[in-house]
């Protein structure tokens, strides 16, 4: 147990709707980070929070939006769904902002969207 | 960031060292070596990374070759429960955290 929480653990939707995900760092992590990981694509990294900001943003969509709370949890909204937005969401969270030396991130158990 | 190079599978005796080796042969000075693993569809775990020296911790030993250009990851009795996909990655020392994942070895431990 990596000490990370995501819920829900699974979620089917449809097309063109609307889905929000969840994720719980460690206690005391001040970093998160969300990955997508499809079949075609492999693991993809989407975007970073640290202690509330953006930090950092790699292959997020347009559709799909995130935010780390004041608490320090964090929610990726995915808007307009395609088929192809299928997938596992993996949240991570590390105690540092960034860092080569400090880049030990721990994952969580991963949300799998299914968009029929 | 390097691009790394490793076999897309192995597979190993339970028991047996498992030794998986990583190519990055563009890497310069200030990148470490990251290796992580996933077990199947759960989320990646740390294992260990290094810069220049070789490093061991409770999981796994960590060997990078004098002029860097690869690396080797050593499990040194491997289980069933070490079957997963590991990935190497090599990261800049002013990255900001984000983790690039190419697609990784995918060792079987076998009984």
């Known amino acids: 147990d990596s000490g990370v929480t995501q819920t829900p653990k699974h979620l089917i939707t449809a097309t063109g709707q609307r889905v929000t995900l969840r994720c719980s760092p460690r206690?005391?992590?001040?970093?998160v980070y969300w990955y997508q990981q499809s079949l075609d694509q492999g693991l993809q990294f989407l975007i970073q929070?640290?202690?509330?900001?953006?930090?950092a943003k790699g292959n997020i969509l347009e559709r799909f939006s995130a935010q780390q709370f004041p608490d320090l949890h964090s929610e990726l909204n995915l808007s307009s769904l395609e088929l192809g937005d299928s997938a596992l969401y993996f949240c991570?969270?590390?105690?540092?902002?960034?860092?080569?030396?400090?880049?030990?991130?721990?994952f969580g158990p991963g949300t799998r969207l299914t968009v029929l | 960031d390097a691009k790394t190079t490793q076999p897309p599978s192995m597979d190993c005796a339970e028991g047996r060292a498992a030794n998986l080796p990583c190519n990055h042969s563009?890497?310069?000075?200030?990148?470490?070596v990251y290796w992580y693993r996933q077990i199947h569809s759960q989320g990646p775990q740390y294992i260990i990374h290094?810069?220049?020296n070789n490093e061991t911790n409770e999981m796994a030993s960590l060997i990078i070759t004098e002029d860097r250009k690869s690396s080797t990851l050593i499990l040194p009795h491997a289980t069933l429960r070490d079957t997963a996909v590991y990935y190497c990655?090599?990261?800049?020392?002013?990255?900001?955290?984000?983790?690039?994942f190419g697609r990784g070895t995918q060792l079987t431990v076998w009984p």
């Open positions: 206690s005391g992590d001040l970093s």
């Open positions: 990655i090599v990261i800049r020392g002013s990255t900001l955290g984000r983790l690039y």
């Open positions: 991570a969270s590390s105690p540092w902002p960034s860092g080569g030396a400090y880049n030990e991130q721990f």
């Open positions: 563009t890497i310069s000075g200030n990148e470490y």
């Open positions: 929070y640290y202690n509330g900001e953006e930090r």
């Open positions: 290094g810069l220049k």
